[in-house]
């Protein structure tokens, strides 16, 4: 089994994520269906490395 981490060892980032109307769209069905919310589907895109937290935009 994993080790949990304790609270003190948890932090939390704010991201701010910018979309137009047809990614966001995109974005809302693809969460739905996996019967989850848009703020959990990114923070899973997240941590498996599908999106790069970088400073400043592209």
């Known amino acids: 089994m994993a080790r949990k981490k304790p609270e003190d060892e948890k932090r939390s980032i ?16 693809r969460a739905s269906s996996l019967g989850m919310n848009i703020s959990s589907f990114l923070r899973l895109l997240i941590r498996h490395g599908r999106i790069d937290l970088e400073e400043g935009e592209k």
Do not use: A, C, G, S
């Open 14 to 29: 704010p991201v701010i994520v910018r979309l137009n109307k047809e990614e966001f769209d995109i974005l809302e069905k």
